[in-house]
């Protein structure tokens, strides 16, 4: 299709969509006055449907004898599969026949119902819903009301619809009042559809729909600026995949609140209502800031305001499935809800959708980048999550163009984290884009905007984004400086990381094959950013930039390895070099292949004319991609696929490492080559920044050299120091080993010590290690069985849960009932004090005899260390935070509540009724916070971490060097051991199941209550 022609489709599609649907303001304005609505039609209810359709011309609109037509629940349609459905009415609940051959099916199959209407003359409003695959028409008593997905004129048994679809298209809360003003009338109505097909070959049929009568007329609409309704949604990865989550969006500036409700998705059962009574509260941040809405506006000078709100969830369950709201907590200030399901808690493959450029200037083209989205995650429906390598928006300052990227596809981003890039139409000359996303800032690399530069784990892959606005070739010595940071930060990223695959997105890709492979940044990162990859040993870049399709072959230095070739099924396995990845753009705009130009690092490269998305699938032993050509008048097709299997085994860890102070008085490191296979090189870096930002350092391997000394030129020699070295096969990193200079002993795991870009607490003033950050706040300092290696980013001034509190609260722990307050529009240096969990002494419904800590819960629960919550539940899976674990520990082992504050720089965020506790438990050595003088109350504690902290408060003496005898010792902190395994041999704390420890997990309610029974009776003896 032409792209004007498409473009006038989607300015069409976009229209039809548009009319008569009021602001979502207007809506909650009116919804305070009008009376209970009247379905005239309900979603899920009965319809009558000719099984073998034929050319009804029109006389069956109206008034018709259907006794003979089949009747069946909605929604109806083929084939009954999960991406069939849409979320207001759901799957299919009768399939219909389409005549038996696949390639010949029914072009338009008819339904039709008959309502009884009493009061007509009485409404003054109505709305209807409409779920549909591929086009329809509705009409009223003869007469057309609606029709979508289809084309002007008129309407007969074999018209096609606009275009085919992979999903029911949906239409919610459409103003239908014009069309059926003097329609609708007092008795028997006839309500009649017919849905088209876009081809014979069509693949599926859906529909259902809603119709919903008001005795109150429309509200005059709301003026935007006093809409108080949430825009701009986004989730991202803000920490660990596994427990938190980030959100971002905007409001008008009169609604500065910032607050984010989650709860189990489970909890909301069977109904449409958000279950806010078993929704945990997360206050969050706001700022005011001001835009441009639009490119007129800009060349006015004209600035719109608005809230830019951040928050962010904590302590959620690993592989679970939760809703969400935003809001400032007003009736009526909430967002739709969305969902999201949390990484499961040991790492397993995954699938996630990659995109790029979904750029636009118009709505028409955003409804382009929407269309790409919904084919996408209808060929990929368990898509994890969603990566956009850049030029999200055409002019990044200008607002009315994000508004489109998040709403258009509103439903599906509300679904799914987006992992968002900056590209040139960001630019790092605006800072819209830090404003609508809740991403992590500690990289240490000085790139603008904000959270441009970003690293995570999930599953078996270490993801890591670059900000290309940054090289060699920028005009300023700083830009160029920025860039090397950036270099020095993947390289540091590669280092720390005991993930099998290393996966780098980026936006100008260096080998791309439209104009800009030529651009001087381009052949810039082409010469030098490649040597970064190949010395990482990174497996997959994936860019954009040049709007085409480019597949590179496997690259090494600068070398396509044409001898590498796929087998059947388009894979490789254990290729040299890395592959990088263009696939074309997700919205309207496209460049052509360069002419004149050969490209000999490509092994497949068109302009296919069309949007593209790709799935990408990661496993343990298999990165493999599927990438598809779609257009919102056409069909989806596949169009390239490939995939790379490793089947190498990350090297040992080395062996006898040590630290001296050589001749010259500098500090040196000294280690011997692991047992096994030889290493490819050692990877060196400082845990805590000590030696600046990102410092690591590379030796290469030596064939039949043994011993190796590594010299720190510009360290102290009397410094304290955290390094860690791992060897490596090129591709893996073997555990990392630790080594402390100027540490007479392995330290005892104390506070203030965890590394800076790990947000890990110590548990003891000076010593405390911690290898690679772990997003699991549990730092590791020795050899690691399954390390995250991706910094943990600073956290978000939020505080914990909100729980609604009971009537009689419990007295050493419990908040008054007063509600929070609501937060300024600027950020405060301080989050608000939140509530603790509501307790109320009642047996635990969610408990029962079966369950492992039942005994250990009850006696709790008896002796007032824990309570349940205000619905008779204990939540025995719940994460524990470290203020939580304070007042638990405190009440354990009677241990009376400091007067005095604590002196930790963030002792205003503690919660109110943990300030005593905590401030008595670190007063006694037992618990202590961050090297950067933090408590931060609302971190999950992990296993590690208790387990140093219970041995101090039992008085239990720990022997440094002394092991616990599990079978992932290696992934136990050498910090945490000797507590470890103290508590083994004390009974007071054991192991997960499988004679593992987990030190890396969060500690659960149950596992507290078990542990801090004990203690309770160590101290009563």
């Known amino acids: 299709m032409k792209p004007w022609l498409r473009k006038s489709v989607g300015i069409v599609l976009s229209a039809a969509l548009a009319v008569g649907i009021s602001l979502p303001g207007a809506r909650e304005a009116q919804a305070a006055v009008e009376e209970t609505p009247v379905k005239l039609v309900e979603g899920n209810s009965s319809w009558k449907y000719l099984e073998t359709p034929s050319d009804q011309g029109s006389v069956w609109r109206n008034v018709y004898d259907d006794t003979a037509w089949t009747s069946g629940a909605a929604p109806l349609g083929y084939p009954v599969r999960a991406e069939t459905a849409t979320s207001k009415f759901g799957g299919i609940a009768t399939t219909i026949g389409y005549g038996g051959n696949s390639s010949n099916k029914y072009l338009t199959t008819y339904f039709r119902k008959t309502i009884q209407i009493s009061g007509a003359a009485d409404y003054k409003r109505f709305v209807g819903s409409f779920g549909v695959d591929d086009g329809m028409v509705l009409y009223v008593n003869g007469a057309e009301i609606a029709r979508y997905n289809m084309p002007e004129g008129p309407i007969s048994y074999t018209t096609l619809s606009v275009e085919g679809k992979a999903a029911p298209l949906f239409f919610d809360d459409v103003d239908l009042t014009d069309k059926l003003a003097g329609v609708v009338k007092e008795g028997a109505n006839q309500i009649a559809v017919e849905v088209h097909q876009q081809s014979k070959s069509s693949s599926d049929l859906y529909f259902d729909m809603e119709l919903t009568a008001y005795k109150t007329p429309a509200q005059p609409p709301v003026e935007p600026s006093k809409s108080p309704l949430p825009q701009s949604v986004a989730l991202t990865f803000n920490g660990d995949p596994r427990t938190e989550l980030g959100v971002a969006w905007y409001t008008y500036e009169n609604y500065p609140g910032t607050k984010l409700q989650v709860a189990e998705k489970a909890a909301a059962g069977a109904g449409t209502e958000f279950p806010a009574d078993k929704a945990a509260t997360f206050e969050g941040t706001s ?172 599953g078996p892959a270490h993801f890591m984004v670059v900000n290309t606005e940054y090289s060699l070739v920028s005009s300023t010595e700083e830009q160029k400086q920025i860039y090397r940071n950036q270099v020095q930060w993947l390289k540091s990223e590669a280092a720390r990381t005991d993930k099998k695959w290393k996966i780098v997105l980026l936006h100008k890709s260096m080998y791309s094959v439209a104009n800009h492979s030529s651009d001087s940044d381009v052949l810039s990162f082409r010469q030098d950013l490649t040597k970064a990859f190949d010395e990482m040993g990174v497996d997959l870049v994936l860019g954009g930039h040049d709007h085409t399709y480019a597949r590179s072959y496997q690259m090494l230095n600068n070398v396509p390895q044409t001898d590498i070739v796929p087998d059947a099924g388009g894979q490789v396995v254990d290729p040299k070099g890395t592959l990088y990845l263009i696939t074309n753009a997700a919205g309207d705009k496209r460049y052509n292949v360069k002419t004149g130009t050969t490209f000999p690092y490509a092994a497949k490269y068109d302009q296919p004319g069309k949007e593209m998305f790709t799935g990408v699938r990661v496993t343990e032993d298999e990165i493999s991609f599927q990438a598809y050509t779609t257009t919102e008048a056409g069909s989806t097709d596949a169009y390239d696929a490939y995939g790379i299997k490793r089947t190498d085994a990350a090297p040992a860890p080395v062996q006898h490492a040590a630290w001296s102070v050589n001749a010259d008085g500098k500090l040196q490191l000294e280690w011997t080559a692991p047992a096994g296979a030889a290493p490819a090189a050692y990877r060196i870096y400082e845990q805590k920044d000590a030696l600046g930002a990102n410092w690591n350092a590379t030796v290469n391997h030596e064939a039949g050299k043994t011993s190796y000394v590594y010299v720190l030129e510009n360290a102290d020699p009397k410094g304290q120091y955290e390094l860690a070295i791992r060897a490596t096969g090129g591709r893996g990193n073997s555990a990392a080993v630790a080594v402390k200079p100027n540490e007479a002993v392995q330290p005892s795991a104390s506070p203030s010590a965890s590394p800076t870009p790990s947000a890990s607490p110590s548990a003891s003033p000076s010593a405390s ?176 971490e208790l387990a140093v902290i219970a041995a101090k408060a039992a008085g239990l003496k720990t022997v440094a060097g002394e092991k616990p005898s599990y079978l992932d010792l290696a992934g136990i902190p050498v910090w945490a051991r000797p507590s470890v395994a103290a508590l083994q041999q004390a009974g007071l704390m054991g192991g997960v199941g499988g004679s593992r420890f987990a030190p890396a997990e969060p500690v659960s309610r149950a596992q507290a209550a078990a542990l801090l029974v004990k203690l309770a009776a160590q101290q009563a003896a």
């Open 287 to 458: 700022e005011r800031i001001e835009t441009f809405q639009t490119k007129a506006d800009k060349t006015a000078a004209k600035k719109t305001a608005y809230i830019s709100h951040k928050a962010k969830a904590a302590g959620l369950k690993p592989g679970t499935d939760y809703v969400y709201r935003v809001g400032d907590g007003e009736d009526g200030h909430w967002s739709p809800a969305g969902s999201f399901r949390t990484e499961a808690a040991q790492p397993e493959g995954f699938t996630f959708l990659y995109t790029t450029d979904s750029q636009g200037t118009t709505e028409a083209d955003f409804a382009t980048w929407a269309h790409t989205l919904q084919e996408g995650i209808a060929r990929f429906p368990q898509s994890a999550f969603i990566a956009n390598t850049g030029d999200l928006v055409d002019n990044g300052d200008l607002e009315e163009q994000w508004s489109w990227f998040f709403n258009k596809p509103k439903e599906l981003l509300m679904s799914r984290p987006l992992v968002p890039l900056v590209g040139n139409h960001e630019s790092k000359n605006y800072n819209d884009y830090a404003q609508h996303f809740n991403l992590p800032n500690v990289s240490q690399t000085g790139a603008k905007p904000d959270g441009s530069v970003y690293s995570f784990d999930y």
């Open 769 to 944: 290690p911690s290898a690679s950050p772990t997003p699991s706040a549990s730092p590791s300092a020795s050899p690691s069985a399954s390390p995250s290696a991706s910094p943990a980013p600073t956290p978000s001034p939020t505080t914990g849960p909100v729980w609604t509190p009971s009537a009689s609260p419990s007295p050493s722990a419990s908040p008054s009932a007063s509600p929070t307050p609501t937060p300024s529009a600027a950020p405060s240096a301080s989050p608000t004090p939140t509530p603790a969990p509501s307790m109320t002494p009642a047996p635990a419904k969610d408990v029962p005899a079966t369950h492992w800590a039942y005994a250990s819960i009850a006696r709790a629960m008896e002796l007032g260390i824990a309570q349940g919550y205000e619905d008779g539940s204990f939540r025995p899976e719940r994460s524990v935070s470290r203020a939580e674990l304070a007042v638990l520990l405190s009440r354990a082992m009677k241990l009376p509540e400091s007067g005095s504050p604590s002196a930790f720089k963030d002792a205003l965020s503690i919660p109110a009724w943990a300030r005593g506790a905590v401030a008595g438990a670190a007063s006694s050595g037992w618990i202590g916070g961050y090297e950067d003088g933090s408590f931060r109350p609302d971190r999950p504690i992990s296993r590690a």
